[in-house]
């Protein structure tokens, strides 16, 4: 078999490429980095190992996945992936934050709209009964009157008034 035609991860081993290498579909010859990466972090056997025991339509994202992770510990050793993936909760909780206080804001912005709505219907309800309120005053002002008229009259003051 010519060297061109194995696959990155066999051209990297320096061994033949068999034709039912598990590798192949995963790490082509044009992309060399990409094995190097996945090799480093975890080993060409333990990746070979890793993508036996995955079921054949899910090794591509398999392989997709140990690429990244590889290519995130390689650029940093400490956290990897795991740096991005505490950036990205943190951004949510974030965000999450904000559409709190949004919706809080929302909230309080309708409750004085429907106070102020509220109060414009009592101030219109109490104009409404201005006339009643007026004719009831000048009700109780004839009854006191009538009351005065009452009390002067000789007959009541017999009887002390
Ligand atoms: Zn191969």
């Known amino acids: 078999m010519e060297g061109s035609s194995r696959c990155a991860a066999c051209k990297s081993l320096r061994r033949k490429c068999p034709k039912d290498c598990v590798l192949a579909p995963y790490f082509p010859s044009t ?10 972090i975890y080993g060409a056997s333990n990746i070979s190992k890793m993508l036996q025991n995955i079921p054949q339509h899910l090794r591509e994202m398999a392989a997709d996945s140990m690429a990244i992770e590889a290519k995130l510990r390689v650029q940093d050793p400490v956290y ?22 949004s919706k809080c804001e929302i909230a309080f912005c309708n409750a004085h709209e429907l106070q102020q709505q509220q109060q414009w219907q009592q101030l219109q309800h109490w104009q409404q009964q201005q006339p009643m309120f007026h004719a009831a005053h000048e009700l109780s002002w004839l009854d006191s009157s009538d009351q005065q008229e009452l009390t002067s009259d000789p007959s009541f003051s017999e009887f002390g008034f």
């Open 80 to 101: 990897g992936c795991v740096g991005i993936i505490h950036q990205l909760q943190q951004r949510i909780i974030e965000v999450q934050s904000e559409l709190l206080k």
């Open 31 to 40: 992309d060399p980095q990409r094995f190097s990466e996945v090799h480093k």
